[in-house]
Nanobody
């Protein structure tokens, strides 16, 4: 059974940083696209970032325009984990952040974590 478990959320002031982690179990996702999505209250879930290994130690990463230059997504294949380093956080980054595996399409994935709350105070 595949499980994705996020950790690292919390409360931070604007301008601060947080690092989210996602531990995958039940399967390895070595050639799969993994990513982060978020959902703010009253809004639809939206894409944040994704990463896919395209060969050797070469990765393809993609980011939403709203987080480019501030967030960095990375993977550790040995540990089967996914991370999201979030810097220069803004109040509008407040949301529940979800880890996803086997990401496809615009906002779809085969596997989802339970989510972790990130709150950025002004």
């Amino acid at each position: 059974q595949v499980q994705l478990v996020e950790s690292g959320g919390g409360l931070v002031q604007a301008g601060g940083s947080l690092r989210l982690s996602c531990a995958a179990s039940g399967r390895t996702f070595s050639t799969s696209t993994m990513g982060w999505f978020r959902q703010a209250p009253g809004k639809e879930r939206e894409f944040v970032a994704s990463v896919r290994r395209i060969g050797g130690s070469t990765y393809y990463t993609d980011y939403a325009d709203s987080v480019k230059g501030r967030f960095t997504v990375s993977r550790d294949h040995a540990k089967n984990t996914l991370s999201l380093q979030m810097n220069s956080l803004k109040p509008e980054d407040t949301a529940v952040y979800y880890c996803a595996a086997d990401v496809y399409g615009t906002n779809r994935a085969a596997y989802w974590g339970q989510g972790t709350q990130v709150t950025v105070s002004s």
